[in-house]
């Protein structure tokens, strides 16, 4: 008996411990503390696995994290921090583990959270901007930032937006745009900071540099520091309380002026550089961001010649000794959760013992628990960053597409779409924004044993479905371009290659696939060596069209004795349409539109009458509901987003229905035949990804309208044909 006291002794002895170096599970709200806490996710990185690495970016995040935690900044307790620095700072980290962390902690109304980002930013353009993360890839080329590996501010102004609807006061803090070498250069630094700032989600804003600026860093800042950072936990610490009134609160007012005066004024005497950073909003000026503990203010000032030099690399938010102390988990529980990071450590991910075994264990049995919960998350970070592995490969011009890696690339979508599944509950937002990466790996042409894994086609479809998602990811035209040319669709292959150089001009590997298939286009076609660009025909697409102008009847008068008329006269109408479009290609500069309308018109007839005859002008209405079908042939005239054309071709006219009073006087047919001429121009909305299409249309009844009624007004024609002006815009995908 003694034996087995000691044996689960020493068992729950080496399970604390490995507790203590191993990942540990994120808890949430600490339910002993009464009222609102604060919360803060921090992210700072200096050394970059793949662009220019920084100095004190990852020291910044450390000291606002200690800033926090002091008595300065309100004893905010270890558990009520996340903070990634370095090598921990991937996005995938922050969107999977920061925000099941927070997300854990139950943020409620009155609570306030910081989220602080250190390190590079950088832009596409006024639509997309991105924190760069610690495994950020773009190849050099700045159009490869939505694939690889950022933090996109757009989708974490929703998360703030979704606290900030809570009644979450959210201070959000950005000390990036230290450089203007990256693929945005000094464009994409001038739109990160415009774009932020003018996004607004509900929080308050603090920015190191306006739009277009850089922010500084330097070993002479607070022992080397931000310039920024330093002067803002420097301020929040309380030297920003106001001298004149002090009252031991440093507000958003307080903080915006202290910055605002010693930032620029630093950043222009010793560095002759322009910084000045962006607080928003003024509307909560009376905010306040700290309380001031003077103690430890004095104890800051006197300490400030003294900044800590860390090493800038570790990783917060885990249990402190007391949560360990009191957590009452099943020693199964516990063993379950070693077995799964030592399978973790050991690169087990799938397979007989593996950190997914471990995982589907612990689910069954301990569902919901913070270990089970942490494994879940932990999990999907491998998928997640094996998938990202097999995509930056592809992105530095690794991916060789030989038969095993191949089938590796489709594993790892498969084990994506897992991660997919394990995120989405707690984030579908950021569990949709991995689909194109499922699709473009699923696309490199694996078909499995006797073609279990799909098809060429299916390699297609993919390859469209990401496309679909991304419409600007020159990513996924080389992978199209490399599909074709699998298929010696040279023609084909030249298209997406030669697109997607112009998408990302700066990104070598587009431009290698195009020497292949420039290559083989020279050894299929040895006597052509100016091969011309083959461009494939217009996109098919589907759209809608509104338009509306001025109709009228044209009337043929037939002058008979026995007529009580002298003469008969059409005037205009308003006439109204909406329908649907779908264009096509059919070769070279030529599309065909099949269009269906609904269309509201009608027309005025003018009989006239001998001045004798009492009532000399007489109006028959002509008010109709029909259909229009048109097929014309568009001839485009440029090839450019901005292209004019041609529009000509036959349409059909089906009555739908005819007033009563007319159809007693003047009978029509239900169906006539149109002739059409039109001139327009093509305008493609990149961002959008749309084409809008104004054109100015005539239209000319070809075949007679009315039928014979045997009424003095049909009697008093020869024919009675259709006619108008209309000015349509059409709206369809790109």
């Known amino acids: 008996m003694r034996k087995k006291i000691l044996s689960a002794t020493i068992f729950l002895l080496i399970a604390s411990l490995q507790l203590t170096h191993a990942q540990t599970p994120l808890f949430g709200r600490d339910s002993t503390v009464t009222g609102t806490q604060t919360f803060a996710l921090i992210m700072g990185i200096s050394k970059y696995q793949h662009v ?90 700045k159009n490869n930032y939505l694939v690889a590996g950022t933090i996109q501010l757009f989708n974490l102004k929703k998360k703030i937006a979704d606290e900030t609807g809570k009644g979450v006061e959210v201070v959000f803090v950005m000390d990036a745009c230290r450089t203007n070498e990256l693929p945005g250069g000094q464009e994409g630094q001038s739109f990160l900071n415009s774009a932020v700032s003018e996004a607004k989600a509900g929080e308050i804003i603090m920015l190191a540099a306006a739009a277009g600026e850089e922010s500084l860093e330097d070993a002479s800042i607070g022992n080397g520091h931000g310039l920024f950072t330093w002067y803002l936990v420097n301020g929040l610490t309380g030297v920003a309380d106001s001298i004149t009134t002090p009252d031991n609160q440093v507000t958003l007012e307080e903080i915006q002026k202290y910055v605002s005066k010693n930032v620029p004024a630093v950043a222009q005497q010793q560095f002759r550089r322009k910084q000045d950073p962006f607080f928003c909003c003024n509307e909560q000026s009376d905010k306040v961001i700290s309380k001031v503990n003077t103690s430890y203010l004095q104890q800051w000032l006197n300490d400030q010649k003294k900044s800590k030099r860390g090493p800038g690399n570790s990783f917060e938010g885990v249990m402190t000794y007391r949560q360990r102390r009191n957590i009452n988990a099943d020693t199964s529980l ?322 739908l229905s005819q007033d009563k009073n007319s159809r007693t006087n003047i009978p029509v047919k239900r169906g006539v035949v149109l002739g059409d001429l039109g001139l327009g121009v093509d305008i493609g909305i990149k961002k959008a990804g749309i084409i809008l299409s104004p054109e100015i249309k005539y239209t000319r009844g070809l075949t007679n309208q009315y039928r014979d009624g045997g009424t003095i007004y049909t009697n008093a024609l020869s024919s009675l044909k259709k006619q108008g002006f209309t000015f349509h815009l059409y709206i369809r995908k790109k």
């Open 334 to 655: 516990i063993e379950s959760y070693n077995l799964f990071n030592r399978a973790i450590s050991s690169n087990r991910i799938s397979g007989n013992n593996s950190a997914e075994y471990y995982f589907q264990q612990m689910s069954k049995r301990f569902p919901g628990t913070p270990y089970t919960l942490d494994a879940k998350s932990s999990l999907a970070v491998e998928f997640i960053s094996a998938a990202q592995k097999k995509v930056d490969r592809f992105l530095a011009c690794g991916d060789n597409l030989s038969a095993k890696e191949k089938q590796e690339n489709y594993q790892a979508a498969i084990k994506l779409q897992q991660a997919i599944e394990l995120v989405r509950e707690d984030d579908p937002l950021y569990a949709q924004s991995l689909m194109n990466r499922v699709y473009f790996l699923k696309a490199s042409g694996d078909f499995g044993p006797n073609g279990t894994n799909g098809n060429t086609s299916d390699a297609f479809s993919n390859a469209f479905a990401a496309l679909r998602i991304d419409r600007n990811g020159a990513y996924i035209h080389a992978r199209l371009a490399q599909l074709h040319l699998q298929n010696n669709n040279l023609d084909s292959a030249y298209y997406y290659a030669d697109k997607a150089t112009k998408i990302a001009p700066k990104w070598p590997c587009a431009f290698t696939i195009l020497a292949q298939i420039k290559k083989q286009q020279q050894q299929k076609n040895p006597d052509n060596s100016n091969t011309k660009k083959p461009k494939l025909p217009g996109k098919n697409s589907i759209g809608f069209t509104i338009g509306g102008g001025l109709a009228h009847d044209v009337p043929v008068f037939v002058r008979d004795a026995n007529s009580p008329f002298l003469g008969v006269t059409g005037n205009n109408n308003p006439a109204f349409d909406l329908g649907i479009i779908y264009q096509a290609g059919v070769g070279g500069m030529v599309d065909i539109r099949p269009t269906v309308q609904v269309v509201f018109d009608g027309g005025d007839l003018v009989y006239e009458r001998p001045p004798t005859s009492g009532v000399q002008f007489e109006t028959i209405k002509l008010e109709n509901i029909s259909v229009n079908a048109y097929v014309p042939l568009i001839f485009r005239l440029s090839k450019n987003r901005i292209a004019p054309f041609v529009m000509l071709g036959p349409g059909f006219n089906f009555i």
């Open 52 to 141: 220019r690495p920084l100095s004190f970016a990852d020291k910044d995040a450390e000291m606002f994290r200690d800033y926090l935690k002091s008595p300065g900044g309100g004893s905010v307790k270890d558990g009520n921090i996340y903070c990634l620095l370095n090598e921990q700072a991937s996005s995938i980290n922050f969107w999977t583990k920061g925000f099941q962390w927070l997300k854990s902690k139950k943020l409620q109304k009155g609570d306030k959270l910081f989220i602080y980002l250190a390190g590079h930013g950088d832009a596409i353009d006024e639509d997309q901007f991105f924190f760069l993360s610690y495994d950020c890839n773009p190849q050099g080329d």
